[in-house]
């Protein structure tokens, strides 16, 4: 939830009931979606296209980079959420893929059995009984709740790239991983329709609830009426 512009991947989540999120600044916040649909158009879609055309295993690589990083947060908020086993798989996770995995470029993890998964500070305060608190679009960031902009901190904090103390580095990792998150939306994006705005939001509400449940005892609408679909 914390990826820079993360808008469009949402659209493949499942519709789940979604907590109440309110949104009392939709006008503030619709001159925010427009400023960041404007930056996205003049600035990091250009720059993803170009990183589209690499080859397919350099961009599975950066990609397994990236996601290793993240192992170690997802493992810190584990153990915050009282999932000690799914915390000590994470950590597990990081050490094989940044020793045997090659610094993470290979998911030497996933192919002996462990799974990858995603856990922020967001995530963690809404599992302690921290309610969402009104929709934000924030600029250049994207979509965000009350709740998981206060977050932000923390999570920054508990990131790998916080702490490293070559600034040059850090910059040029993030940026790094901006580029590759939007290259992999650039097939989805064409899924957002009508009011682009509204799409987003609901989208967004619903990826959050969903991801704080684990994807269990969710309510897979949008599967149900395939199904409909199909019978008929």
Same mark, same amino acid.
Not at 109 to 120: F, V, Y
Not at 128 to 150: E, H, K, N, Q
Not at 193 to 220: H, L, N, P, T
């Given at each position: ?9 949402? /659209? ?6 979604? #907590?109440? @999120? ?16 404007? /930056? ?20 599975? !690589? ?12 997802? =493992?810190?908020?584990? %153990? ?19 020793? *045997? !995995? ?10 002996? !059995? ?15 009984? @921290? ?9 250049? %960031?994207?979509?965000?709740? /009350?709740?998981?902009?206060? =977050?932000?901190? @923390? =999570? ?14 850090? *910059?040029?990792?993030?940026? &790094? ?7 992999? /939306? ?28 684990? !994807?269990?005892?969710? #309510?897979?609408?949008? &599967? ?6 199909? *019978?008929?």
């Amino acid at each position: 939830m914390n990826k820079f512009f993360l808008v469009s991947v949402f /659209l493949l989540v499942p519709i789940v009931i979604a #907590e109440d @999120v309110s949104d009392p600044f939709e006008d503030l916040n619709r001159v925010s979606f427009e400023f960041n649909e404007k /930056l996205d158009e003049k600035l990091l879609k250009p720059i993803a296209k170009t990183y589209s055309k690499f080859p397919p295993k350099i961009k599975l !690589g950066v990609t397994n980079f990236f996601n290793n990083l993240e192992d170690v947060e997802t =493992s810190l908020n584990q %153990f915050l959420q009282g999932k000690p086993k799914k915390s000590l798989n994470d950590i597990t996770r990081f050490i094989i893929n940044s020793t *045997i !995995g090659l610094a993470g470029f290979v998911d030497v993890a996933s192919k002996i !059995g462990l799974d990858r998964h995603e856990e922020d500070f967001g995530q963690t305060l809404a599992v302690w009984g @921290v309610g969402p608190g009104p929709y934000i679009m924030l600029p250049a %960031f994207g979509p965000s709740t /009350l709740r998981d902009t206060l =977050s932000r901190p @923390v =999570s920054s904090f508990s990131s790998i790239t916080f702490h490293m103390t070559d600034a040059d580095v850090n *910059i040029a990792l993030k940026s &790094i991983d901006a580029i590759e998150t939007r290259e992999r /939306l650039l097939d989805v994006e064409s899924l957002l329709s009508g009011d682009r705005y509204a799409f987003v939001k609901d989208a967004y509400i619903q990826s959050m609830s969903y991801e704080i449940k684990d !994807g269990i005892d969710v #309510e897979d609408k949008f &599967i149900d009426d395939m199904d409909d679909f199909l *019978i008929d």
